[in-house]
């Protein structure tokens, strides 16, 4: 059974960091693909970025530059690191996995390509 759990939101002013992290268990070793996405009220939910123990990264246009991905094959752990932190990064987000020969390299963040879904954490930047 695969499991994801999501820690490190919270409250953070403009301009500031916010590392995220998931622990995710139950999943196929080097064979999968785990992603961060994010939803706002009104919106559908967008990836941000994933990766996979291969270093196979994908990075949404929207957050390129502001965001780091970085995979722990041996925590099976998938950390975020934003930066520059906007208002507009305010959401619920999720970590998301799925089982995929060849992990993220055949896999984008489309959220249809994902079977397992954490609970999510909340994120609030204010100005």
């Known amino acids: 059974q695969v499991q994801l759990v999501e820690s490190g939101g919270g409250s953070v002013q403009a301009g500031g960091s916010l590392r995220l992290s998931c622990a995710s268990s139950?999943?196929?070793?080097?064979?999968?693909?785990l992603a961060w996405f994010r939803k706002t009220p009104g919106k559908e939910r967008e990836g941000v970025a994933s990766g996979d123990p291969d270093g196979n990264t994908n990075y949404a246009d929207s957050v390129k530059g502001r965001v780091t991905i970085s995979v722990d094959s041996a925590k099976n752990t998938l950390d975020l690191e934003i930066n520059s932190l906007e208002p507009a990064d305010t959401a619920m987000y999720y970590c998301?996995?799925?089982?995929?020969?060849?992990?993220?390299?055949?896999?984008?963040?489309?959220?249809?390509?994902?079977?397992?879904w954490g609970q999510g954490t909340q994120v609030t930047v204010s100005s």
């Open positions: 998301a996995a799925t089982n995929r020969y060849g992990g993220c390299r055949y896999v984008g963040l489309d959220r249809d390509e994902y079977h397992y």
């Open positions: 139950g999943l196929t070793y080097r064979t999968y693909c």
